[in-house]
């Protein structure tokens, strides 16, 4: 029996105010604490690198990262949850680190929650090693903060 395989051909693009509604909606339903449309906006305001990626002009994900003089920060990294385990995070991994590259950082780094043992081991497996602990980072169930990983990987 031979299986159908169907090629998705997707593309990154500037993530733009008529991507927010859209990317609002995805990270609502990705996160139990999502960023806000305004987050978004902000983040596009203050010039800070975002990009979306999709296929057939759906949104698989994005990410939003931040220069700084030798080092970029990532802020949001979030692969749609209907496309969530298709490899899609490395896709975008691998675009964040070829732009940072591009800027010549000399690091990348990002916080990821205590309790997302996924997102630490997609990182880890992409070159980024856990270096600290953020206490009470993230805002958590019932008025509760979350310790957030500090991970980095030098470029």
Request: hydrophobic residues 45%; proline residues 3%; negative net charge.
């Amino acid at each position: 029996m031979n299986a159908v395989v169907k090629t998705v051909e997707a593309q990154f693009e500037p993530m733009t105010e008529a991507w927010l509604d859209a990317i609002a909606e995805v990270e609502g339903r990705a996160y139990e604490h999502p960023w806000t449309r305004g987050n978004f906006a902000d983040s596009l305001q203050a010039g800070y690198q975002a990009q979306v990626l999709i296929a057939e002009r759906e949104l698989l994900g994005y990410f939003v990262a931040m220069k700084g003089v030798d080092e970029v920060h990532l802020l949001n990294l979030t692969v749609a949850p209907q496309h969530q385990g298709a490899g899609w995070g490395r896709v975008i991994l691998d675009a964040l680190e070829l732009w940072a590259r591009g800027t010549e950082a000399q690091w990348l780094w990002l916080e990821v929650r205590v309790s997302n043992a996924r997102a630490q081991r997609i990182y880890e497996r992409h070159g980024y090693l856990p270096v600290g602990r953020r206490k009470a980072y993230y805002p958590a169930a019932g008025g509760q903060r979350e310790d957030a990983v500090v991970m980095s990987m030098k470029l």
